[in-house]
């Protein structure tokens, strides 16, 4: 499977039976470790920015309302390697990869029932980078079940992707 780059615009090549997300979960658990132990470093925050965008193109086209990645930008606290140890490497790959697997589903008119164990498990993960999402039930409430699941998809797409550039999100802020 090839997928264009979101950032650098280069091919990028995974396996069809790769898990994107339990990937991208190893990747993190692996930079979090060599900040922790060598700080931070330019070619880690690139590895990891690989794998996040090859993620985040998994989850493509998102439920998207102006203003909603600045104040997302805002309450995140953490950049995503800083997740660990709230969150385990194997929740985290789970999540992410459930994630894909519902949102291929409704695209595929399906319905999902583990929707609350979705729920629960994104919340965790939100709540582990900063994020209260009870601040976005208005933007989560909608009597679409369909574009409910949708705007709690893009929640944690944007989430993910700007914990990702935590530092340079900031800076840009200012």
């Known amino acids: ?51 996040v965008d090859a993620w985040i193109n998994e989850m493509l086209p998102i439920n998207y309302k102006p203003g909603l990645a600045e104040v997302l930008g805002s ?4 950049k995503l390697t800083g997740i660990f140890p709230e969150i385990s490497e194997n929740e985290l790959g789970t999540t992410l990869d459930e994630a894909i697997e519902v949102k291929n589903s409704i695209e595929h008119g399906e319905i999902i029932y583990d929707y609350a164990d979705l729920e629960v498990r994104i919340e965790r993960v939100l709540r582990s980078l900063g994020v209260d999402i009870n601040y976005f039930s208005n933007y989560l409430e909608t009597n679409n079940f369909g574009e409910k699941v949708n705007n709690l998809l893009s929640l944690l797409v944007l989430t993910i992707g700007i914990a990702t550039v935590r530092k340079k999100w900031t800076a840009e802020l200012q």
């Open 75 to 78: 309450k995140i606290k953490k």
């Open 1 to 51: 499977m090839e997928k264009l780059s979101i950032d650098t615009g280069v091919k990028q090549t995974f396996p069809q039976d790769m898990r994107v997300g339990s990937a991208l979960s190893h990747i993190v658990a692996a930079a979090s470790i060599v900040e922790e132990l060598e700080g931070e470093s330019e070619d880690v925050d690139l590895t990891v920015i690989k794998y």
